[in-house]
């Protein structure tokens, strides 16, 4: 038999595996987040249109529209991907799990560590600014958000003060307001002068968030 001739034996490639419906919307939905938050990030909340967001991340403005429905829409999907990005970033670092003194220092970190390079964090509180600025009814989002915010740090709070890494003497609920506004006025202030130096601020906030609370 001649070489020409010989049997071929090598099995063919396998065929790509077809995505499920419903991982073809996950995909799009991040990507239209995606392109919102930094359209958000570079031009302001007033810049993402859904025709814009839509163009950025390579559908048809009238896929944007669909999934979020109005500005409303845009807002409550953004702080959902904010809290799912925060998470992932924890997770990232082999932190998730973490309790009391140590959870807060963690969070305080990941936010203002990542303020600058992460847009999902950025555009949360350029958004937050437009709709505060503006008087919008958006602002029951963001209000609702810092809630849940308020509420996780309270928790971290009382673990530690259980674990006795956090002094029994802290108001848990005061606390856990003072250490959301503090992230607030620390990003604001960015936003307002993007030459402060976050890694300066970074360090003292741990510094002085671990001495304070702590036992």
Do not use: C
Request: charged share 20%; net charge negative.
């Amino acid at each position: 038999m001649t070489r020409s001739a010989e049997i071929d034996t090598t099995l063919p490639p396998p065929a790509p595996l077809r995505r499920t419906q419903a991982e073809r919307r996950a995909e799009s939905d991040h990507n239209l987040l995606l392109a919102a938050a930094e359209l958000i990030a570079e031009e302001g909340f007033n810049a993402a249109t859904f025709e814009k967001i839509g163009a950025r991340a390579g559908y048809s403005r009238g896929l944007a529209s669909q999934r979020f429905g109005s500005k409303d829409g845009l807002i409550g999907a953004l702080i959902d991907y904010l809290h799912e990005r925060s998470q992932e970033l924890i997770f990232a670092e082999g932190l998730d799990g973490t309790t009391g003194l140590d959870a807060i220092l963690v969070a305080v970190d990941i936010y203002m560590r990542n303020f600058e390079t992460e847009q999902a964090i950025r555009s949360y509180f350029v958004a937050m600014a437009g709709a505060v600025g503006t008087l919008s009814p958006q602002r029951t989002a963001f209000a609702a958000s810092h809630m849940k915010a308020k509420e996780n740090f309270a928790l971290h709070i009382r673990e530690g003060q259980a674990n006795g890494t956090i002094s029994l003497a802290i108001d848990a609920e005061a606390a856990a307001l003072m250490i959301g506004s503090l992230i607030l006025g620390v990003s604001t202030q960015w936003l307002i002068d993007p030459t402060t130096d976050l890694s300066r601020v970074r360090k003292t906030t741990l510094d002085t968030l671990r001495r304070s609370l702590g036992a």
